[in-house]
């Protein structure tokens, strides 16, 4: 269900979560900005293999041109409002869209699992996580069928990817949130790098 915020100008409508707003194979139904909130894209192939191109937060596109056809589907992760986004939006958008795209091929053509999911963890933690002592807490409902997704890997893979960051510091799991942790160790200890900086689509 999709329901109207009060907020006039310009208009804004939330979404909630598991609610999706655009249709992979369908045409656009517009193009909007995001306000607040998660929204996951994704695609699914013939065989029902998943791949998560990104998650949207503030300031991404969903949506494109209305006469475009979707190659992916979006759908709220949490509660999350839009607002239509201008010719200028759109374009910068779509770009932006773009570049990020390329990062993650680049990413699964090249990175073994653990530094794909390392990159993806560093990246969410950087746009939706907040500080927390030695790192950034993420606090998305993200199950690991999600991380999966958006490391075009296998559930079992990213689990094991997960004991690996989780061994080396990087990352800690507790009560469905992850903590990423900063590359300075208090203690001096070497921590496994959750590089790829250079190819995160900004």
Same mark, same amino acid.
């Given at each position: 269900?999709v ?6 100008l310009? +208009?804004?409508f939330?979404?909630?979560p598991?609610?999706? %707003? %655009? ?5 656009? $139904? !517009?193009?909007w900005?995001?306000r ?5 894209m994704?695609?699914? @192939?013939?065989?029902?293999? *998943?791949?998560?191109? @990104? ?5 991404? #596109?969903v949506?494109? $041109?209305a006469?475009?056809?979707a !190659?992916?589907s979006?759908r709220?992760?949490v509660?999350s409002a839009l607002?239509?986004?201008g ?6 958008g779509?770009? *932006?869209?773009?570049? *990020?795209? =390329?990062?993650?091929?680049?990413? %699964? ?5 653990a !530094? ?7 990246d969410l933690a950087? /746009?939706?996580?907040?500080? %927390?002592?030695g790192?950034?807490?993420? &606090?998305?409902?993200?199950?690991? &069928? ?6 075009? =890997?296998t /559930?079992?893979?990213?689990?094991r990817? #997960?004991?690996?960051? =989780?061994?080396?510091? /990087?990352v800690? *799991?507790?009560?469905? /949130?992850?903590?990423?942790r900063?590359? !300075?160790?208090?203690d001096?200890?070497?921590l496994?790098? +959750?590089g ?7």
């Amino acid at each position: 269900m999709v329901t109207m915020a009060e907020d006039p100008l310009p +208009l804004m409508f939330d979404v909630y979560p598991e609610r999706e %707003v %655009v249709s992979q194979g369908e045409p656009y $139904p !517009d193009a909007w900005v995001v306000r607040h909130g998660a929204l996951l894209m994704e695609l699914v @192939d013939p065989e029902g293999h *998943r791949l998560a191109l @990104d998650l949207l937060g503030p300031g991404d #596109l969903v949506g494109g $041109p209305a006469a475009w056809t979707a !190659d992916a589907s979006v759908r709220a992760l949490v509660t999350s409002a839009l607002f239509p986004a201008g010719p200028i939006a759109l374009r910068d958008g779509l770009a *932006r869209r773009s570049r *990020r795209a =390329a990062w993650l091929a680049c990413s %699964v053509a090249w990175d073994r699992i653990a !530094d794909r999911l390392a990159a993806r963890l560093d990246d969410l933690a950087d /746009r939706f996580g907040r500080p %927390v002592p030695g790192g950034r807490c993420l &606090e998305l409902p993200l199950t690991q &069928e999600h991380l999966a997704g958006l490391t075009g =890997a296998t /559930r079992e893979s990213v689990n094991r990817a #997960l004991a690996e960051l =989780a061994a080396a510091g /990087r990352v800690e *799991r507790s009560r469905g /949130r992850y903590v990423i942790r900063s590359a !300075d160790a208090p203690d001096g200890k070497v921590l496994l790098p +959750l590089g790829l900086q250079h190819r995160k689509g900004a």
